[in-house]
């Protein structure tokens, strides 16, 4: 089994997956998410993959399934819901539920005991945690490498050696940034910001600052409940339609770390985030924080970025 | 009777638009507002007397009225992309300048937005909310992949906390009659439009105007008087003459062009005939049920756009049967991606366009009349 996940709703609680991270795609769908656009091609194209698990939450996502229809790979579409409250957490429980079963019949294989595999998650999402708390003191490069190693394999298989094997070096830097993005693909952009002076001292990634320390707290009620829970109610995404709350958590935490600048990176025609920088840049303004916007066009465009870091660097 | 009809479109458009600036005067409505996105269940809010406006139609109207560009540039200022659906783009250039072809929208005491269409329209909702500072309500619709029960257990909840937040806030009680009343309305006006859009395909009607009338199914479905328009329109347009021009039956598959005199490029398209269109019937809501929620949920969750691929071809395949078309203009729109794909699997010969349907500088015309005659070849 190695199933192929989108997004940080796919809860790895249930069964091991593979994190999209990046593919160089046909790219063929016009006005239409890059990151999106490459997950369907690995899905199509990758015989190493053989299943898919992604979200209902944008636009791009929502019609996946009609670009994998002549795929005979097992797929399934998690319909994340658009609100967070009680009645929001019983639905997507039973989502997973299904999602458990749809698996199952699919493999002919019973998966194994969650309970096990959620002390394993909350184990990695707390080592997160414990080096994210001290990122100005280490490299983000090697972070963010780490946890994106760290994705790509089985969950009962990781040892967290990539993560573990990060050192404090107490890097020099000119200033102190915050990144602010969906899944970072292109871990060269990180390279380049880094090579710029700017030190990103917290970020609100989904591979990042909204899993670390995200546990599931208790599980003596429903095992799925409690999975649901914790996927629902920690740092949102922008596909949860809470903007206030977002910004609010982001601007506190970017306050308290001393951060001088922003760095916003989003894929070109990745609606969610578009409408969110609309948002976040006035508010950001509001409080003379610098912010550069980055856009790329794929899970591995890098065009542009290096000259604008550098630019935006400068202006700090 | 053209005149009653004339009455009664009158008599809807000016009530609509009474609180829109050009017209109110400073006059400010009498009972509490929300701004909707189009498949909200706009009968509960009718049954509590709330006034409810559609920053989607006004998008489509600011472009009727060729004043998108300016909006579209301002939505830019904005910090808003004009990569998004520029249905937002206009109406954030349009608040931010507070300025349109009727004035500004009434200001809004709550929004409510849903994602049975597409989920972009939460997402612009949030910018509204943050600018307005108002009560942000977002309904989920799972659709038809979810068990039926679960998901109507979902819904349900959803309506009953949509219904006590609306309580709070025009400090009223609401009437369960009311609404069933409301909703019995809506059922007729589906109806009737059904008889109405029969038409195209043996009269000789232009589809412009269907594409300019549904507007009423959208804004003012749950008024008694609409059912009473469309009833006359449909008794008007079937005593027209059968259409025999000898032109190739196609079927739209998409929005119409706001922006353009006709709602679709008609100076590269007299060799077609539009004898059917996807856009025309998805207000055509199934309010079955037994009872008051089960009505709106069967309505509200089961819109074409929130359906299956595989059921909305089986749909799509049904209506372009029934028109006769022999082939089909697809429109690659690029503010709604939810929309392109319903046209994948079509059997009949189509050709795919390149539109946006409020942005006019997005369609190539030398292109699209290349793409037409390319698809005459495949006729036969």
Redesign the interface.
Known sequence: MKILSMSGFVPEEICDTVRFSGYTGERNITHFCGYANDFISQVMLDDSIDGAIFPRSCDSTRIIPSYLKGSSKFQYQLKVPARSDDYAIEYFAMQLKQLRVAIEEYYHEELGDISNRIEMVNCRNEIIGSYYEKLDRISYKDYIDAIHEELSVALHESKHDELNRIEVTNPTYKHRVYLIGSFLANTDIIRKIEGCGLKIVGDNLPESGRIQNSIVESFDEDVYAAISRKVLSRRLSPTQNNFSKIISFDVNEMCKLHAEGVIFVSQKYCEPYDYLYSVYKKKLDELHIPVLHLSLSNSEDLSKAKLMIEAFADTL | MAQTIGKIQTRLMREYYKYFSKYAKGKTPESKVAWVTSFVPVEILEAMDILYYYPESYAAVIAASEREQELLAESER????T???SY?CCI?GCVSLEDGPRGKLPKPDILIAT?NQ???L??????L??RYNVP?V???Y??E???KE?AYR?VK??HD?LISELEKLTESKFEPEKLANVISNSERSVKAWQNVILNLRTKDIKPTMLFDDINYLITARCKEQTAELYDMMASELSQKEEITDGKIPVFWIGYPLWYHQDRFFSEIMYDYRIVGSNYITWWNLDYSGNNSSEKLFNAYNYTFLNL??KTRNARLSKLIKESGAKCAISL?N?SC??DF?SA??ISIPKSEI?IDMIDRSFLDIEKATGVLELLKTTIH
């Open positions: 904005q910090f808003l992309t990569d998004c659906c937002s954030e994602n597409c989920n972009t939460p997402a612009w909702w949030n910018i909310a943050e942000l977002i309904l989920d799972p659709g992949d979810m068990e679960i979902y909840s959803q906390d299956s691929q690659r690029k991606k939810c794909v994948k699997d390149e």
